[in-house]
């Protein structure tokens, strides 16, 4: 079964920064494209996605520059590491998979990806 796995979240300083993990098991598809997304209210935006066979990433324009996309293949981890955060960041963030897609734009609708992790809260505040 596919699973995805937040952790690192917590609130923080504006200015300061977090790096969000997930963990991934169970996935069936050869190099699929991970994403990180984040919700406030009802509306879920993308935040920035990597296409784990090579390692390119595409990124959200609010967060470009602050935040970074990684991977770590032998344990199937994807990071998040968000620096200068600001209170605008703050939300439920939650990592998703998908197969394999091309051309390399980032993928902004939720519904392109069918495994979700549980979220986890990011709240930055003074």
């Known amino acids: 079964q596919a699973k995805l796995a937040e952790s690192g979240g917590g609130s923080v300083q504006p200015g300061g920064s977090l790096r969000l993990s997930c963990t991934a098991s169970g996935l069936t598809w050869h190099n699929p494209v991970m994403a990180w997304f984040r919700q406030t209210g009802e509306e879920r935006e993308v935040v920035a996605a990597i296409?784990?066979?090579?390692?390119?990433?595409e990124y959200a324009g609010p967060v470009k520059g602050r935040f970074t996309i990684s991977q770590d293949k032998p344990t199937n981890t994807m990071y998040l590491q968000m620096n200068s955060l600001q209170p605008e960041d703050s939300a439920l963030y939650s990592c998703?998979?998908?197969?394999?897609?091309?051309?390399?734009?980032?993928?902004?609708?939720?519904?392109?990806?069918?495994?979700w992790g549980q979220g986890i809260q990011v709240t930055v505040s003074s």
């Open positions: 998703a998979a998908r197969s394999w897609t091309y051309p390399y734009t980032l993928p902004v609708r939720d519904t392109e990806f069918p495994i």
């Open positions: 296409w784990t066979g090579n390692g390119h990433s």
